[in-house]
C-alpha cells in the first residue's frame, strides 16, 4: 500500500553508538519531516525538507543530522547516541497545495539509549 | 511563527456525552488546520482538516471542528462518546503556502462506562 515506511521499527542504542533512520514515502510528496515524541510534549519537529535538497531545522535539531537523499528518501542520523534521545520518531511527508496538505505518517520508530 | 496551543492535557467524558477538546492557532498568515488521532503504539491518523473552504469541517468517526477566526479557535467536538473514541489527540497547523507543520501537545480523551 502506498504510504510512508520508517525502519527499524525498534532499536536500543548504547550511548555514544550511531544510527540512522530510514524513511520512503511513495506519494510523490515535496515535503517530508521528521518528529519526536515524548510523553506531554507532544510530536516536536526535528527537522524538515521542504523539496529535494533542502533541509531546516524545526525545534529540536541538536543531536541530528538529515538528508534529503531523493524525492522519496529522507534519513534521520544520531551521531553519537545519548539517553535524552530516548523517544519515538516519526517520519512524515505532506504533499502541496490545499487538497494535499495533510501529512502521512509512518509507523514509528521506538528509540532506546542505555 | 505559527504555534498550537491545546487547553487540558487530559480530558474524561462519559459514554455517550458531548465530547469537546479544544486547540487555539497563532498564525501570521492564513493557516491550513488538522486533527489527528493517535491510538496506543500506532502512528497518527488524520481526523479532519481545514484548509480554507467550509469553516465546519466533518471528519472521520463522527468528529467535526469549526474554524473560528475571530477566536483563532478549532476546537474538535462529537455529540456522543464512544468507548472507542480513547485516544490521544493532536491539533496541528501549517501556515498556508508554508511548510513547516507544527503540533500541539496533544490532549489525553479518555472515555467512561
Known amino acids: 500500500n502506498a504510504g510512508v515506511t520508517q525502519t527499524p521499527k525498534f532499536q536500543v542504542l548504547k550511548t555514544g553508538q550511531s544510527m540512522t533512520l530510514q524513511c520512503a514515502q511513495d506519494?510523490?510528496?515535496?515535503?517530508m519531516y521528521w518528529y519526536r515524541q515524548d510523553p506531554g510534549m507532544g510530536l516536536r519537529l526535528i527537522y524538515y525538507?521542504?523539496?529535494?535538497?533542502?533541509?531546516d531545522k524545526g525545534e529540536v535539531p541538536n543531536g541530528y543530522n538529515v538528508s534529503r537523499l531523493n524525492k522519496r528518501e529522507f534519513s534521520l542520523r544520531l551521531e553519537s547516541a545519548a539517553p535524552s534521545q530516548t523517544s519515538v520518531y516519526f517520519c512524515?511527508?505532506?504533499?502541496?497545495?490545499?487538497?494535499?496538505?495533510?501529512?502521512?505518517f509512518g509507523q514509528g520508530t521506538r528509540l532506546t539509549v542505555v | 511563527a505559527q504555534s498550537v496551543t491545546q487547553l487540558g492535557s487530559h480530558v474524561s467524558v462519559s459514554e455517550g456525552a458531548l465530547v469537546l477538546l479544544r486547540c487555539n492557532y497563532s498564525?501570521?498568515?492564513?493557516?491550513?488546520l488538522f486533527w489527528y488521532v493517535q491510538y496506543p503504539n500506532q502512528g497518527l491518523q488524520l481526523l479532519l482538516k481545514?484548509?480554507?473552504?467550509?469553516?465546519l469541517v466533518k471528519g472521520i468517526n463522527g468528529f467535526e471542528a469549526e474554524f473560528k477566526k475571530s477566536e483563532t479557535s478549532f476546537h474538535l467536538t462529537k455529540p456522543s462518546a464512544h468507548m472507542s473514541d480513547a485516544a490521544e489527540y493532536f491539533c496541528?497547523?501549517?501556515?498556508?503556502?508554508?511548510?513547516?507543520?507544527?503540533f500541539g501537545t496533544g490532549t489525553q480523551l479518555k472515555v467512561e462506562l
Open positions: 496541528a497547523v501549517l501556515a498556508g503556502g508554508g511548510n513547516k507543520l507544527t
Open positions: 525538507s521542504a523539496s529535494e535538497g533542502t533541509t
Open positions: 512524515a511527508s505532506t504533499g502541496t497545495g490545499p487538497m494535499n496538505t495533510e501529512a502521512f
Open positions: 498564525s501570521s498568515v492564513p493557516p491550513y
Open positions: 481545514y484548509t480554507s473552504a467550509a469553516t
Open positions: 506519494m510523490n510528496h515535496n515535503s
